[in-house]
Every structure is written in structure tokens, then in C-alpha cells.
């Protein structure tokens, strides 16, 4: 056990338990908290892979944005966020069955693939993700395409969102 | 040092806990959460693969960031569809959304 | 290469810390009678009408949304912005595509008044 991996079992066990919360709890608004709490892990483990501008990208936009629009939401439907019936529907059992079985399906792919106790290969120092990140999403033979696109995406939502949420006087 | 097992580990772990908060919660902003779990379990795939099979070429980075715009646009659109449904129907639990038009 | 983020960490476990703290004193020392006037929602010494939790408007729902493509649009923004440089032109008329399909959306937000609060 070294220092790292203590890091990761910590931060790993954190995340894992606030996202069970997040679906297990009643009250939507201590969801929405929870949901924050795994988004930081979340970005904990980024740090851990040596994606700083990811961790740094996923506060920003996960705990800063989506999370704010979440909570918006609950607050803007709030009456059902005191719903006292069951929060789950009938066939919440299938669900766990089939979410277990997934979690075991996927085990066991990843264990009969070689690569899967590989170490991590040593970075460079020279290396700069963030620098080929932005080389990489702007030059024509990777991935301008998608990046235009993505500000299309981005476009529709924004507009979609406005037509659907408008309220007509 | 930590092996990629951890993470694919992890991210299968996540993913799972949001599917089964996608097919079990009946609001539909708890599903939504899952949803954002699952894309957040991708994500970490993504990233970790970058890490450790193909750290020169920066796809899984790329890849990742392209998520984050999907996933806001994801939740924009899907909550205001919950809110407009809310408006008009009073409910934002999933079973009671049956109709294609109303 | 992990050493650089030890201040965040320490940050991180000092603010927790404080926090559970400060609730933990709070609760374990603090006086509590409670009454059914200081249990009531405050509301100036008059006595409250209504329930507290009325719907809110929508409007802070469109903020959060403009707020949130905003948000991205920084995220795609700052890796352009470290190789600007070695772009050159090319790499800035692709970010003012960029910049001016978003244009779309936010002149549309504008035009149907999303962004006025009367």
C-alpha cells in the first residue's frame, strides 16, 4: 500500500458511498448535495490521473453549473420535493438486479484483458496535456469538427431550453 | 503507484449506481442525477485510458471535454422539459408522464 | 508532481475541520428552547402569511442555463487560449466560429427577454 493508493481507496470510498446516496435518499435537495459531494471526488481522481484542467473543468462546471441548475429545479418543482409516497417504482428490484449484474459483467470483461493491472507509464516533464489538449481541439486533422459542433450543441440547447422552459404570459 | 484496475473498478462501480438510480427513482430529476453519474463513470474511463494505455496522443482528454458540453447540455434541456412538464401537469414523477401529447 | 496540490489538500482538511467544528460547538453548547414563535419563519416579527416554500419564477432557471453555456464556452476557451500563439490566424478565425454560432443563442436569449427582470 503505498501513500497514493490510500489517497485513492479514501477518496474512492467517499465518492462511492455520497453516489449511492444520491440515488437512496428521499429528500431531493440532500440528493442535489450528495450529487456535489461526488463530483468532488470525482475531480480528486482526475487530479490523481494527472488531468489538473479536468479537476479544474469539473468544479467548474459540474459542482459550479450543473448542480446549480439541479437545485433551480428541485426548487422550481418544489412541491414534489416533498413527495411522500415511495421514491422508487415497482420494479426497483429488477433494477438493482440488472445494475449488479452490469457491475459484475464489466468485472469480469476487464479481468480476462491483459492490460488490467497495467502501472501508469511516467510523464514526462516536458509533457503538457493542457497544451496538447488545445492543440488537439483546434487543429484540422483531430478534433476542430467536433469543437465546432459541440458550440452548435451548445446553440440548440441554449435555445431549446429557453422555447421549453418560457413561460407564456 | 496505482494499477488502472482501481479506476476501471471505480468507473464501473459509479456507472452502476447510476443506472440503477435511472431505472429505480420515480422523479424525474433523480434520474437526471443518474444520468449525470453514468457520464461522470465515462468520463473517468476516458481519462484513465488517456493516462495509461495512450498517454502521448490526447484523445481521451478531448473526449472527456466534449462530455462536459454534452452532459450541460443534457441537463439544460432535460430539466426544462421537467419544468415545463411540471407547469402543465403537476407531476415530475416518470411513471405519471404516459402521454406523447396533452 | 502530486506534491503541488498539497496546499489545496491542507486547505481542503482545515476548512472541513473548522466547519465540523463550529457546528459541533454549536449544538453541544448552545442553549436550545425552543418556542413556537421562534420556530415560525421569520419574517420581520410579523407573523408569517402563507407557507415559506412558494414556486419560484422561471427566470431563475434561464439565468442558471445562460450561465452554464457561458461556463463551457470558458472550459473550450482556456486550452485555445495556452497555444494561442503558435495557432496563428487560423486558430483564432476558428474560435470567432466558435464565438458566433454561440452568438446565435445568446442573441435569441435577448431578443425574447430572458435576460430582462421586471
Given amino acids: 500500500m503505498t501513500a497514493l493508493q490510500i489517497i485513492f481507496l479514501i477518496t474512492a470510498v467517499i465518492t462511492l458511498g455520497a453516489a449511492a446516496m444520491v440515488v437512496i435518499t428521499r429528500n431531493l435537495v440532500h440528493a442535489a448535495l450528495w450529487l456535489i459531494m461526488t463530483f468532488f471526488g470525482i475531480s480528486v481522481l482526475y487530479v490523481l490521473l494527472n488531468a489538473g484542467f479536468l479537476a479544474v473543468a469539473q468544479v467548474v462546471i459540474y459542482i459550479g453549473a450543473i448542480s446549480i441548475l439541479m437545485i433551480f429545479a428541485i426548487m422550481l418543482t418544489r412541491r414534489v420535493q416533498q413527495d411522500f409516497g415511495p421514491q422508487t417504482n415497482a420494479a426497483w428490484p429488477w433494477a438493482l438486479v440488472i445494475a449488479a449484474a452490469l457491475f459484475g459483467g464489466l468485472i469480469w470483461i476487464f479481468s480476462g484483458w491483459g492490460n488490467f493491472f497495467t502501472q501508469a507509464p511516467v510523464m514526462g516533464e516536458r509533457a503538457d496535456p493542457l497544451r496538447q489538449l488545445g492543440m488537439a481541439l483546434v487543429s484540422p486533422e483531430q478534433y476542430v469538427i467536433p469543437f465546432e459542433v459541440a458550440s452548435v450543441m451548445l446553440t440548440a440547447a441554449l435555445i431549446g431550453a429557453i422555447m421549453v422552459a418560457w413561460e407564456r404570459k | 503507484m496505482i494499477p488502472l484496475s482501481y479506476f476501471l473498478v471505480f468507473a464501473a462501480a459509479l456507472f452502476s449506481i447510476g443506472l440503477y438510480g435511472v431505472l429505480a427513482r420515480r422523479n424525474a430529476i433523480a434520474i437526471l442525477m443518474g444520468v449525470e453519474l453514468m457520464l461522470n463513470a465515462v468520463n473517468i474511463n476516458l481519462v484513465a485510458f488517456w493516462r495509461y494505455i495512450t498517454p502521448t496522443q490526447i484523445a481521451g482528454q478531448a473526449f472527456a471535454v466534449m462530455v462536459f458540453a454534452v452532459a450541460a447540455a443534457e441537463v439544460a434541456v432535460g430539466l426544462a422539459l421537467v419544468i415545463s412538464i411540471y407547469r402543465r401537469r403537476n407531476t415530475v414523477v416518470a411513471d405519471d408522464i404516459d402521454l406523447l401529447k396533452f | ?118
Avoid: C, H
Avoid at chain 3, 77 to 92: K, M, N, S, T
Fill in chain 3, 1 to 118: 508532481m502530486l506534491i503541488e496540490y498539497l496546499p489545496i489538500a491542507i486547505l481542503l482538511v482545515i476548512s472541513t475541520g473548522l466547519a465540523a467544528l463550529i457546528v459541533w460547538i454549536g449544538n453541544t453548547f448552545g442553549p436550545r428552547r425552543p418556542t413556537l414563535r421562534k420556530s415560525l419563519p421569520y419574517e420581520s416579527g410579523m407573523n408569517p402569511i402563507g407557507p415559506g416554500t412558494r414556486r419560484m419564477p422561471v427566470r431563475f432557471y434561464l439565468v442558471a442555463v445562460l450561465f452554464i453555456l457561458f461556463d463551457i464556452e470558458v472550459v473550450f476557451f482556456l486550452p485555445w487560449a495556452i497555444v494561442f500563439r503558435q495557432l496563428g490566424l487560423f486558430g483564432l478565425i476558428e474560435m470567432f466560429v466558435f464565438i458566433f454560432i454561440l452568438l446565435v443563442g445568446y442573441v435569441y436569449a435577448w431578443k425574447k427577454g430572458a435576460l430582462e427582470w421586471e
